[in-house]
């Protein structure tokens, strides 16, 4: 390969894989004093320079000017200098740069030179992709499943391949090779093989930034999505909030006959999804965030943040929901421990004691009644 052949193959390089030419020619060019040490005996004084435009290399020496030389590799006599470049005028203690460039490095030296810039490249290729994939850090991308690797699953990414652990797993859904799937990146470490990345299914930011993608309205600010409370693989909660009076916010959610809000459901495997309007009045937002349930009186505590919830007797198992879900996502919508109860239990009557009767505290966690 000569020098032309050599910055063609660099710009390439650089065009394919983002690795920028400058950083292989200084590469190449350290790797080409390493070689000069073994035709020196050392490296220290040797420099190397490769043209940027046409490829050229030059090895220069850097020599002190001495009296009388001890060390030929680092050191030239005065007289030596004054005979070879009779127009500088140098003196005792300047350095001269004399050009040692060799006709051939030889096969070792051009084998050490190619090991180390093929090292670079790899080094480069995988700061690329760190760099790549840490811009998309907490947020959402396409991948494709590769293979299960024990109970966790293999993604790739394209130019690199993600780890979804069991725990970011939704629960409802198996996992097939080739099949393509939206996954949040959680996190991207840096590691001697390359960037680790780790993704999730479960968490609930995907579900924000899914209707970021597919609502215009999320996109341009005048709608936000104020909280979102997941119970991964089942159902969802999510409350948003309009800046416009002329827009709703759930509608522009839902889409046209539910277009918006279903393709999101069928990315995420049939999971339920209930929007509800934000409100800044605790009472209304709970009561907003009980729905479907119907709520006759909300009671808050903002000190303490509690609620007390009174629903309609024949809604009290709707409201709680199954296994306590809708409450549960509901007291993590609104940060609120929540206690619902009957209009019956509440007037005082004395009615058979259900089993899922008590509250759901502001973290989701079911605190039971005695």
């Given at each position: ?137 907490r947020e959402v991308v396409t991948g494709v499943v590769q293979r299960y690797i024990g109970n966790n699953v293999s993604v790739n990414l394209g130019k690199c391949e993600a780890i979804l652990m069991e725990g970011e797993q939704l629960r409802t859904e198996t996992y097939r090779p080739n ?192």
């Amino acid at each position: 390969m000569d020098a032309k052949e050599l910055i063609e193959a660099l710009n390439l390089l650089e065009k394919e894989k983002g690795i920028s030419k400058d950083i292989l020619l200084e590469a190449i060019e350290n790797s080409l004093i390493a070689a000069c040490k073994n035709n020196y005996g050392k490296a220290d004084n040797i420099k190397v320079n490769i043209d940027r435009k046409t490829g050229e290399v030059v090895v220069w020496a850097e020599k002190r000017v001495v009296e009388e030389v001890e060390d030929e590799v680092e050191e030239i006599s005065l007289a030596e200098a004054t005979i070879k470049f009779p127009a500088e005028k140098y003196e005792i203690g300047d350095t001269v740069n004399i050009e040692v460039t060799p006709k051939n490095f030889g096969r070792i030296a051009a084998q050490k030179a190619k090991q180390v810039v093929v090292q670079k490249i790899r080094e480069e290729e995988r700061k690329a992709i760190y760099n790549q994939y840490s811009e998309k850090q907490r947020e959402v991308v396409t991948g494709v499943v590769q293979r299960y690797i024990g109970n966790n699953v293999s993604v790739n990414l394209g130019k690199c391949e993600a780890i979804l652990m069991e725990g970011e797993q939704l629960r409802t859904e198996t996992y097939r090779p080739n099949d393509r799937i939206k996954v949040y990146v959680m996190e991207v470490k840096e590691t001697t093989k390359g960037p680790r990345v780790t993704v999730s299914r479960s968490h609930p930011e995907l579900v924000k930034r899914l209707f970021e993608e597919e609502v215009t309205e999320i996109r341009d600010g005048v709608v936000e999505i104020k909280a979102v409370s997941r119970d991964a693989g089942f159902r969802t909660k999510m409350a948003v909030k309009s800046y416009d009076a002329n827009v709703d916010p759930v509608g522009a959610c839902v889409g046209v006959n539910g277009a918006r809000v279903n393709a999101i459901v069928n990315e995420l495997g049939g999971e339920k999804i209930d929007i509800i309007t934000w409100s800044d009045v605790p009472e209304v937002l709970i009561e907003n965030a009980l729905s479907p349930a119907k709520v006759v009186s909300v009671t808050v505590n903002e000190e303490e943040r509690t609620a007390q919830v009174i629903v309609p007797d024949y809604q009290l198992s709707l409201a709680i929901g199954r296994e306590g879900q809708n409450a549960r996502l509901a007291a993590k919508l609104t940060g609120y421990k929540i206690d619902i109860k009957s209009e019956l239990a509440q007037g005082g009557a004395k009615p058979k004691k259900k089993a899922n009767e008590g509250y759901y505290d502001d973290m989701g966690n079911w605190m039971g009644e005695d």
